[in-house]
């Protein structure tokens, strides 16, 4: 019998090619669409769960405790490690480090070579918590001792040529400090939020200002990590972990609690103290895009498979008259669906191959069609859903029929039929209008993140690092790249402007009992100037007031919420000891527009600086960058120069919403394509259904436009009743998506509009090549006939 049935199905697609191949595509390509997306899925899902001990990996968290709000911060302070494992019996190991976003790039040489690598600063059990494999060293002691650094494979195979002897190499550190190679690891894998190139020990910087916070309890910066023992109750250990934070300083405003590291990545925000989604959002919309893509492909099957069921009818009404039952039709209807579904596998596979690396440019990924268990299940899992989704319907509907009826030819579409069919169609093109409004939105936002005004002159501005010789000779340096052609302002800064920074409470005449978070910038003289910021009241520091030193300029967020009438000339109180305000500025973004602008301050920190900011005149950048290198490379000659460009790193910050973008596009692309197959299916069906009335309205006389409407406007009112189902729903999602940023574009009708207009367009289209085609056809063909 399975024999005879997949001859019967082989035989049914030598009859109707044009649907077979229309079904294949649909389904091979909702097939590749659907696998892409869980590998990606898959991969995110797995970030930071390579640990061994995953399951037991705490970071501290603390939410600060504001008038207007909760403000959560993955940083705490640096002797908190070392306290939990001195208080608390259930931690078995914990680790201060100051992570490779703050700490950065840095300079290592040899005697050879001189590389800028990515390093952090951390505890010396980091490597007892975290499963970055050391292939030299024990983990135990690779950091115990202060003037120790460990390396990655990869970047002691640069330094020294190979792992094996680099322990006990020496290394040049910023050409300032020297450190022994205690011990390698395996290069960190691409699904680990921490990426690093070495390791420094804490106790290598107790004594340095910028890194006070890592043994000092008067600043924050840090993340702590702890590996707790098993079995604990980590809900009861929050709760001694707080009343032990809170013996610190009985004042604090701070809550400290463990959250699973791994968990970070996908559930990182945090909105009033609650954690409220994060990446996690994104898995979800790609996954339901992915059943979109798929469900759409299913329907086109079980429209066309229905739609042509006269084909099979006396094959349909023979086996029933000689005893086939119900049941045996089903089997043999979903068997072909599974069948056709599993040939479809075959090319969606060799279409995922080819697309693939094209697809790992556009998220930023390094994913690879390994064939492991978890995706032989996930593929199998597809396409036996596929199968079953896309043969259900028309298994259902083609062993319903009577016998009787089919054998004396007197079989009609009934009603329900008709409207099950075009109730299908309208759910492909509403699921479509959907996705084409959904991406222009996402495509109008984008542009508005990238025209915003920020506040500030972003353009032009370059930036690099404080570091060797320039560090100890920064005022000759800045005024050396002032002369340079090209370059209209320097100054440096502790801010790169792109992110958050630190911050602090301050206290001032008149203030209330809230308590207020400032950021804090630290700058350099010219730097308001150097960014082109707008002073709305006072000055800006210079030069020519000798109490610049003590000198403070706040942006007009931090004033309203100071409720300070007439700054200018106030006193503020804060961990600095007592400043001035000399001046505000216009507000400016320094986070991404998903957050409203926080209160902030600018303070004289020459000392403190760790960037230079340098503004180049409008089309010389590429011989003004040779000019600074050259420059550069005076003061620091074995060192690499590096740099930046700062409107490039603000659009870092849209990162995820920028490849959320891309990739909306082109799956919005192919359910349009794969829901205009169906409908190109169904219209060559229904012209072939109806050849012989076109046929007698042209011999009585009917235009062959007349006959194109007629049959097009059939179609358009499925796109139009799709548009109407499809635009509150886009609309109810997308002013959902747009909440998450607190500046976002106004949704207007057009936008809408415009996803109707664009599917009602590409579907007429789709219609039109083959109505045309059949109206003006000889009427003579169709009525020869039987």
């Known amino acids: 019998m399975i024999k005879h049935n997949i001859i019967v199905f082989f035989r049914s697609i030598k009859r109707s090619k044009s649907s077979f191949l229309i079904n294949m595509i649909g389904l091979s390509t909702g097939m590749a669409c659907t696998l892409l997306i869980s590998l990606w899925v898959m991969d995110e899902l797995g970030v930071d769960k390579f640990h061994e001990k995953n399951d037991r990996i705490f970071q501290v968290i603390e939410h600060l405790n504001f008038s207007d709000g909760v403000q959560t911060m993955i940083e705490t302070f640096g002797p908190m490690a070392e306290l939990l494992v001195t208080e608390f019996p259930e931690v078995e190991y914990a ?3 100051i992570p490779p976003s703050w700490f950065g790039k840095h300079n290592l040489s040899t005697d050879e070579k001189s590389i800028k690598a990515v390093g952090q600063i951390v505890g010396k059990d980091y490597f007892n918590i975290f499963s970055f494999g050391l292939i030299l060293g024990n983990k135990a002691q690779v950091l115990k001792d202060p003037n120790s650094i460990v390396l990655s494979k990869s970047l002691a195979i640069s330094l020294f040529g190979t792992t094996e002897n680099s322990i006990g190499k020496a290394i040049s550190f910023e050409e300032d400090k020297q450190f022994m190679v205690s011990g390698v690891y395996e290069d960190t894998p691409s699904n680990s939020t921490i990426q690093f190139d070495f390791a420094l020990s804490s106790h290598a910087y107790k004594d340095l200002p910028p890194w006070n916070s890592l043994h000092s309890w008067n600043g924050s910066g840090p993340q702590v990590y702890v590996l707790l023992k098993e079995g604990t109750n980590i809900n009861a ?280 978070a400032f950021q804090v910038a630290g700058v350099d003289y010219d730097f308001i100037e150097t960014m082109d910021m707008d002073i709305v009241a006072g000055r800006g520091f210079s030069r020519e007031f000798g109490a610049d030193s003590t000198g403070l300029v706040f942006n007009q967020t931090a004033i309203q919420t100071m409720n300070i009438k007439d700054p200018i000339g106030k006193i503020v109180r804060g961990f600095y000891g007592e400043g001035t305000i000399i001046g505000v500025v216009k507000d400016f973004h320094f986070k991404s527009l998903h957050d409203k602008v926080e209160p902030l301050f600018m303070t004289m920190m020459p000392q403190a600086t760790k960037k230079i900011m340098a503004r180049i005149e409008a089309g010389m950048e590429k011989e003004v960058l040779a000019e600074i290198q050259h420059l550069y490379k005076t003061f620091n000659p074995s060192l690499p120069f590096e740099y930046e460009f700062l409107d490039k790193n603000f659009q870092k910050l849209y990162k995820s919403e920028q490849r959320v973008a891309s990739l909306s596009k082109y799956f919005a692309g192919l359910a349009v394509l794969i829901s205009c197959l169906g409908l190109f299916g169904l219209v060559i069906f229904t012209i072939e259904r109806r050849r012989k009335e076109i046929s007698i309205r042209k011999v009585l006389g009917q235009k062959a436009s007349q006959i194109t409407v007629m049959l097009s406007s059939e179609f358009a009112k499925l796109v139009l009743a799709s548009a109407i189902i499809a635009l509150p729903i886009a609309y109810l999602l997308i002013s959902n998506w747009l909440s998450s940023f607190s500046y976002h574009i106004s949704l207007n009708f057009w936008y809408f509009l415009s996803a109707g207009l664009l599917a009602m367009v590409i579907a007429m289209l789709t219609v039109g090549s083959q109505t045309i085609s059949a109206a003006n056809k000889n009427p003579v063909g169709g009525l020869r006939e039987e």
């Open 95 to 97: 680790s201060e480090a």
């Open 237 to 516: 250990f929050n709760e001694k972990v707080d009343r032990l934070r809170k013996s610190t300083n009985e004042k604090s405003i701070r809550t400290a609690v463990l959250v699973p590291f791994s968990k970070h990545y996908l559930h990182g925000t945090y909105e009033n103290g609650k954690q409220v989604g994060g990446r996690i959002q994104y898995v979800k919309l790609f996954s339901i895009i992915a059943l979109i893509i798929l469900v759409i492909a299913c329907i086109n099957f079980m429209n066309l498979s229905t739609a042509r069921a006269t084909k099979r009818l006396k094959e349909i009404g023979v086996k029933k008259a000689v005893g086939a039952n119900r049941r045996i039709f089903i089997t043999q209807f979903l068997g072909e669906s599974l069948l056709m579904a599993f040939m479809a596998l075959i090319f969606s596979v060799t279409m995922v191959t080819l697309f693939l690396p094209q697809f790992n440019v556009i998220v930023g990924k390094q994913l690879a069609l390994t064939f492991s268990a978890n995706l032989i299940f996930i593929i199998l899992g597809i396409t036996i859903f596929t199968g079953i989704i896309a043969g259900s319907y028309p298994a259902i509907y083609l062993s319903g029929f009577n016998a009787i009826t089919i054998l004396k030819g007197k079989l009609d579409q009934s009603l329900g039929e008709i409207w099950t069919r075009k109730g299908l169609v309208i759910i492909q093109f509403s699921l479509s209008i959907v996705l084409i409004a959904s991406v222009l939105v996402v495509y109008k936002q984008m542009q508005y993140v990238q025209n915003q005004n920020l506040g500030y002159e972003q353009d032009n501005i370059v930036h690099f690092n404080l570091e060797g010789q320039i560090k100890k000779q920064r005022e000759a340096f800045i005024a050396e790249l002032k002369k340079l052609p090209g370059i209209q302002n320097a100054s440096s800064t502790t801010h790169n402007m792109v992110g958050h920074n630190w911050s602090v409470g301050l206290d001032w005449e008149g203030r209330d009992e809230r308590n207020i």
